[in-house]
């Protein structure tokens, strides 16, 4: 919970989160090392010094520490896990639904998990829509079109 200065608590639903793996053992070829190193540029070249990972750290998030980052040290009451498959990079890609459901099953009053899918899918993404609702009972879908497909 977020406390102003004033004093009034504000509940914080954090709606765009990622638990990903880009580490080298998961990177399928150059592509998943260049992601990642991409990635990790944005976090030194953009964060405050005070508030910057170890290399290791950013490149395979723990579910121990996205729980602390968010709700122990950060203000979040709830955070919503979005999946980015990127499986072209990443032998069991990058951000999964898969991964995003185990974390919110281990602590499932802190993590809404959200699906994606592909438009360019067409039939058979509105197909994988439903099958995420009936697998993982999603709440939401992110619309993710920078999946490589090959």
């Known amino acids: 919970m977020f406390r102003t200065p004033e004093g009034k608590d504000i509940f914080v639903v ?9 580490s080298h053992e998961n990177q399928k070829n150059v592509h998943g090392k260049q992601f990642i190193e991409c990635f990790y540029a944005y976090h030194t070249g953009l964060s405050p010094k005070d508030q910057l990972w170890e290399k290791s750290k950013f490149e395979k998030y723990s579910a121990d520490d996205l729980y602390r980052d968010l709700f122990i040290d950060g203000p979040d009451d ?8 990127l499986k072209d990079f990443y032998k069991n890609g990058f951000n999964t639904i898969e991964r995003n459901a185990e974390v919110a099953k281990r602590y499932p009053e802190r993590f809404i998990v959200n699906g994606a899918f592909d438009p360019r899918d067409g039939e058979k993404a509105l ?5 995420l609702k009936e697998t993982y009972d999603i709440k939401g879908v992110k619309m993710y079109t920078a999946e490589w497909n090959g």
């Open 14 to 22: 954090d709606g765009h989160t990622h638990f990903w793996d880009g």
């Open 78 to 85: 709830v955070a919503i896990v979005q999946s980015t498959y």
């Open 127 to 131: 197909e994988y829509i439903h099958f």
